[in-house]
């Protein structure tokens, strides 16, 4: 079991489903369905008929909750959640600059909501940071404390749904990747779409190319969590919603006789190009 170091802050923290729920005791299915309904909106919590239930979901909810039965508590747990990758060419240098863009008054807000019914915690980063001429990958992200357990649903005697709690928010981590997952995955280019390629084969002596990005955007996305727990068949998850609006200034050092080419994701997670190099 770990805990974050005095002082550090924990973030907003996000009342989830079963945290809502327990808090309301015994009262009315219908009026603890009513008052979850209204909390899920406020907190702005996906809805559950979005996530495939039918009928009268939040009803569906507080009965579920209130009905499952604990399988196993695996304790408090630390991870990694990625917000932003800066991806350095093959054999190139690279060096990345961000500072918050806009009047917004915020660079990033991370909401990390823990799945199976969880709560969470929400946080605001204001990012003005030069990460120096590189070679290798860049990761962006931040470390988060959770506490995860297993739930059997009525009737069930196997587990139905792990529930993931997001404790606490915790450091900014900056990570080094070598290999890049994505950099490296050289065939896997189906949710990929090329930009314009820097073309300097017939060029030994390279090239040094800027560029101005800036990111903005509303997105979320399900992450699955590395952590072996034993016994456990079912993945711990959970939701990174990512508000974003930064200006980066990138530059590339890219050495002669090879040809580079920019990739951006086309899945909707808004980023920094991702390379190729042939």
């Keep these: 079991m770990t805990h974050h170091d005095a002082g550090t802050d924990p973030g907003e923290r996000i009342a989830g489903p079963a945290e809502f729920v327990e808090e309301h005791g015994a009262a009315d299915d219908a009026q603890v369905a009513g008052a979850l309904a209204e909390h899920m909106e406020q907190a702005g919590i996906e809805p559950p008929a979005r996530r495939g239930m039918i009928g009268d979901a939040y009803r569906e909810i507080v009965q579920r909750i209130r009905g499952r039965r604990l399988i196993e508590d695996f304790g408090e747990h630390e991870f990694s959640v ?11 240098k690279g060096q990345l ?15 990390v909501l823990g799945l199976g019914f969880g709560s969470g915690c929400r946080r605001t980063l204001t990012v003005n940071e030069d990460f120096r001429e590189r070679t290798q990958c860049l990761s962006l992200g931040q470390r988060v404390r959770a506490r995860v357990r297993s739930f059997a649903d009525r009737g069930k005697t196997a ?38 390629a820097h073309d300097l084969r017939g060029d030994p002596v390279g090239q040094v190319y800027q560029e101005s990005i800036k990111l903005e955007g509303d997105e979320s996305v399900d992450i699955g969590l590395p952590l072996s727990l034993p016994g456990l068949k079912l993945k711990p998850s959970v939701s990174l ?37 042939t």
């Design 159 to 196: 587990a139905s749904h792990v529930q993931v709690d997001v404790l606490a928010v915790l450091a900014e981590e900056r990570r080094a990747l070598d290999p890049c997952p994505e950099c490296s995955a050289a065939d896997e280019l189906d949710d990929l779409a090329a930009g314009a």
């Design 97 to 111: 600059k961000i500072s918050t863009a806009g009047t917004v008054g915020y660079g990033v807000k991370l909401e």
């Design 241 to 277: 919603k990512r508000s974003i609006q930064l200006e980066c200034a990138v530059k590339y050092d890219l050495p002669g006789g090879h040809c580079y080419t920019p990739y951006n994701r086309s899945d909707g997670w808004t980023g920094l190009p991702i390379w190729r190099r």
């Design 82 to 92: 990625d917000w932003l990758g800066f991806h350095v060419p093959q054999g190139a």
